[in-house]
């Protein structure tokens, strides 16, 4: 399994990124898929998820601003980023799991997702 992270960047606050996770080696529609982050001196914190049925969750930090979707014809999940804060600062992580029918936990949370991408770096100046 691989994710690969795409679309990081600097950009001002207020202003938007878009960032995409391709993933391979799995049947992709089956996976449920998630974006994390870390901040400079911070543990990594959920951002948001989506299940297979394409039901999302997100952050109290992020809700309004930030849109998680998936495109299962290309591989591909996305986060759309708008409204962008400097504390908004992180690498940004995608991570996949299978869609455990046993687990009744939240999907915001790391132990879900055993694949995860390399990262991509998001920086909002102020």
């Known amino acids: 399994v691989q994710l690969v992270e795409f679309g990081g960047g600097s950009v001002e606050s207020g202003g938007s990124l878009r960032l995409s996770c391709v993933g391979s080696?799995?049947?992709?529609?089956?996976?449920?898929m998630a974006w994390f982050r870390r901040a400079p001196q911070k543990v990594r914190e959920a951002v948001a998820a989506?299940?297979?049925?394409?039901?999302?969750f997100y952050a109290d930090s992020v809700k309004g601003r930030f849109t998680i979707s998936r495109d299962n014809a290309k591989n591909t999940l996305y986060l759309q980023m708008n409204s962008l804060k400097p504390e908004d600062t992180a690498i940004y992580y995608c991570?996949?799991?299978?869609?455990?029918?046993?687990?009744?936990?939240?999907?915001?949370?790391?132990?879900?997702?055993?694949?995860w991408g390399q990262g991509t770096q998001v920086t909002v100046s102020s």
């Open positions: 080696g799995y049947v992709y529609g089956s996976y449920v």
């Open positions: 991570a996949g799991g299978w869609d455990d029918p046993v687990y009744t936990g939240p999907l915001l949370d790391s132990i879900v997702y055993p694949y």
């Open positions: 989506i299940d297979t049925d394409g039901q999302t």
